[in-house]
Nanobody
Framework: QVELVESGGGLVQAGGSLRLSCAAS????????MAWFRQCPGKEREFVAA????????YYADSVKGRFTISRDNAKNTVYLQMNSLKPEDTAVYYC??????????????????WGKGTLVTVSS
């Protein structure tokens, strides 16, 4: 089993940066592909970024490509989402998720097995 806890959310001005962290526990973390999703009030959860268990492959939604970077440190059991050049439309609850399946690109939330409770990111204009 995998337990995920997000942190690093908060209030930031447009154009600013924020780094989210997802601390994972469980023996399967190293062999789990990881992803970040986000959800705005009244909207469905959407894919943001994903990373393979080895860190060799990364995938991004077009809306964040070039601004966000996903990474992981398996020694620390942690996955990160570095968010730069933030825009008001990035405001959302950000969720960390894990799967034992292989992620090959943008993925539906139904494809993930384990979820954190989310951390709120608010970008002011």
């Amino acid at each position: 089993q995998v337990e995920l806890v997000e942190s690093g959310g908060g209030l930031v001005q447009a154009g600013g940066s924020l780094r989210l962290s997802c601390a994972a526990s469980g023996r399967t973390f190293t062999r789990s592909d990881m992803a970040w999703f986000r959800q705005c009030p009244g909207k469905e959860r959407e894919f943001v970024a994903a990373i393979s268990w080895s860190g060799a492959s990364t995938y991004y939604a077009d809306s964040v490509k070039g601004r966000f970077t996903i990474s992981r440190d398996n020694a620390k059991n942690t996955v990160y989402l570095q968010m730069n050049s933030l825009k008001p439309e990035d405001t959302a609850v950000y969720y960390c998720a894990a799967t034992r399946a292989i992620i090959t690109g943008p993925i539906m939330d139904a494809g993930m097995e384990f979820w954190g409770k989310g951390t709120l990111v608010t970008v002011s204009s």
